[in-house]
T-cell receptor, first 111, second 113 residues
Framework: RKEVEQDPGPFNVPEGATVAFNCTYS??????FFWYRQDCRKEPKLLMS???SGNEDGRFTAQLNRASQYISLLIRDSKLSDSATYLC????????????FGTGTSLTVIP | DAGVIQSPRHEVTEMGQEVTLRCKPI?????LFWYRQTMMRGLELLIY????????DSGMPEDRFSAKMPNASFSTLKIQPSEPRDSAVYFC???????????FGQGTRLTVV
């Protein structure tokens, strides 16, 4: 079983729409959670960390459900510039402090 | 800071040849990761170093792959002999001890023909 699983999409949404991505992780001992963004033919870059109480950064809201081992990312008022692949990332310290990446969810925001 | 620097950016080689990918982590970062990214499998962790010591190489696909980190500012990933199925983008990332963020290099796009 993969450490992190995501729906690959693609998600094609109109500008202004709200879109949500989900992710599940398999190791209940995982301690840190993140969303990374990867533009086409570029490297992944940190979008935001995910905290237990949930956190918001502008139009982006991240949620964590430890009981269900589930992470989500909500994007409100989508912009064309939000088009990218969003990677769910889990850091697991009991297996060597590694970062495990999901395969990513592709988002295209359409004018 | 120049960020994580990888070289070459692109590599095209013939099957059977040796390929060496290079990475310079961000100064002061003590963790270094090598990842491989393909459309089918996404981003896969190959090996992880902490303070120049390999911690977990369970992601290295087979004996043809090897990685070294002779000092804190340099790491290599070698494939010998290369095969067409090794074609992928190889990313190096580094992280400092007290941080949770990993910074990626721009990647090396490897094509084995």
């Amino acid at each position: 079983r993969k450490e992190v699983e995501q729906d690959p999409g693609p998600f094609n949404v109109p500008e202004g729409a709200t879109v949500a991505f989900n992710c599940t992780y398999s190791n209940s001992a995982s301690q840190s959670f993140f969303w990374y963004r990867q533009d086409c033919r570029k490297e992944p870059k940190l979008l935001m960390s995910v905290y237990s109480s949930g956190n918001e950064d502008g139009r982006f809201t991240a949620q964590l459900n430890r009981a269900s081992q589930y992470i989500s990312l909500l994007i409100r008022d989508s912009k064309l510039s939000d088009s990218a692949t969003y990677l769910c990332v889990v850091r697991t310290t009991n297996t060597g402090n590694q970062f495990y990446f999901g395969t990513g969810t592709s988002l295209t925001v359409i004018p | 800071d120049a960020g994580v620097i990888q070289s070459p950016r692109h590599e095209v080689t013939e099957m059977g040849q040796e390929v060496t990918l290079r990475c310079k982590p961000i100064s002061g970062h003590n963790s270094l990761f090598w990842y491989r990214q393909t459309m089918m499998r996404g981003l896969e962790l190959l090996i992880y170093f902490n303070n120049n010591v390999p911690i977990d190489d369970s992601g290295m696909p087979e004996d043809r792959f090897s990685a070294k980190m002779p000092n804190a500012s340099f790491s290599t990933l070698k494939i010998q002999p290369s095969e067409p199925r090794d074609s992928a983008v190889y990313f190096c990332a580094s992280r400092e001890a007290q941080s949770t963020e990993a910074f990626f290099g721009q990647g090396t796009r490897l094509t084995v023909v």
